[in-house]
Each structure stands twice: as structure tokens, then as C-alpha cells.
């Protein structure tokens, strides 16, 4: 089955989603994990030595402003799961508005990004990437302060790894994955509405909601 935009869409809105073995393979396939990792959206937490980094400043954020770059750099690792489809779905998706990119810069530099799928109130997280100290964790502070400002109710991380416990992650089982997507799809949000904050101000609400 070729894959498509809109059957993309369709995998998400009842639960799965896709991925290949490696760059190489041209082969892509569906996953429905029996337990699957999301982060609360009030429940990230951002700790004293993030809150430092975040206060220091010297870097911008920005939304939207390179999508395929931050999916380039999400794939420039040892072993990636993205290969050349999954690359021109997702810049698909993009174009046609179901997909969106936070990405960290430094004096206009990407070195950090975050990038998922969008669907109603769903945010569908995909992959994020580094290439400076605290870039991705920076990503994701932001990330959740803009979801919880749009609307967003849903923020599906698809795996559970430590690195996303430590930020406040959790694993749940597949059936209630599916009762929160559910109601989820059933809202509206929207990614591009807020604008974007001071670090001061995503603190002190990610203070207020964890």
C-alpha cells in the first residue's frame, strides 16, 4: 500500500503510526504499541537547572521557520527510523498545515528542534534533536507551554524512554491511550495562535500547572 498524506492522517486518528527500520529501507510500517508514552500537559517539569538555562538565554525560538531541517536533524544519528518516505510525508504534512516544527537557534543557527503531527487537540510528537547542550529539553519546555496556550489537551510521545521520564513522561495502556485520543480529536487548537513567550513566562506557568 502506498503510503499517502491522508492515510498518514487516518493512521494517527485511530492510534497508530508509522516508521522504518532504518534510513536505508525503503519498507515503511505501522506501529500500535501495547503501552504508550505521553507527557501530561500538566505535568512537565522543568527543573532548577533547566529553569537556569532557559533564564540565561542566548538563544531564540521559533516555529515553523525551517520544518525540513529540524526532520533532517532529528535523522542525522547513528540509527534513525527516518528514511526518505517518511521524510516526504511528514514535509507533506507540513505543507498542508497538519505538521509543525519548534526549533531552537543560536544566533540563527538550528541546534535543536522538535517537530509532530497535528489533529484536533492531539499533538502527535514525532522525534527531536540537539546539537548544543539542553537544546531538546529547551525545545520541549517550549513546546508544552505552547501546546497548553493553544488548546492542545493530547501530547503523545508514542515511547516512554528516560530521558522523557525525567521531563515528566509517562506510559499508559493502549486503551486508555485511545479514550484521551478520542476526546482529544473532538477539540480544537491551534499550533501557530500563541506567540512566542519569555522563558520567565513559561516557568512561572509550568510552575503554576505541575
Not at 111 to 120: E, K, Q, S, T
Amino acid at each position: 500500500m502506498t503510503l499517502t498524506p491522508n492515510l498518514l492522517l487516518h493512521g494517527y486518528s485511530i492510534g497508530i503510526f508509522p516508521m522504518a527500520e532504518h534510513r536505508n529501507d525503503i519498507e515503511v510500517f505501522w506501529v500500535d504499541p501495547r503501552r504508550r508514552g505521553i507527557i501530561p500537559l500538566d505535568g512537565f517539569h522543568i527543573s532548577r537547572s533547566l529553569a537556569r538555562r532557559m533564564r540565561k538565554g542566548g538563544y531564540q525560538v521559533v516555529v515553523d521557520q525551517d520544518f525540513a531541517a529540524v526532520v533532517d536533524g532529528c535523522a542525522d544519528r547513528a540509527e534513525t527510523w527516518i528514511n526518505d518516505e517518511i521524510r516526504r510525508l511528514y514535509v507533506a504534512l507540513h505543507e498542508a498545515g497538519h505538521a509543525h516544527s519548534l526549533e531552537i537557534r543560536e544566533e540563527g543557527t538550528l541546534i535543536g528542534g522538535v517537530y509532530g503531527v497535528v489533529l484536533g487537540g492531539a499533538f502527535f510528537g514525532e522525534s527531536m534533536f540537539s546539537r548544543r547542550r539542553d537544546a531538546s529539553k529547551l525545545a520541549l519546555a517550549y513546546l508544552v507551554d505552547r501546546l497548553n496556550l493553544a488548546g492542545f489537551t493530547l501530547f503523545d510521545t508514542q515511547f516512554l524512554t528516560d530521558h522523557l521520564a525525567s521531563l515528566g513522561a509517562i506510559e499508559i495502556p493502549r486503551a486508555a491511550y485511545h479514550t484521551r485520543l478520542e476526546a482529544a480529536l473532538a477539540q480544537d487548537a491551534d499550533f501557530t495562535a500563541p506567540t512566542i513567550p519569555s522563558a520567565q513566562e513559561v516557568i512561572q506557568r509550568s510552575t503554576q500547572t505541575s
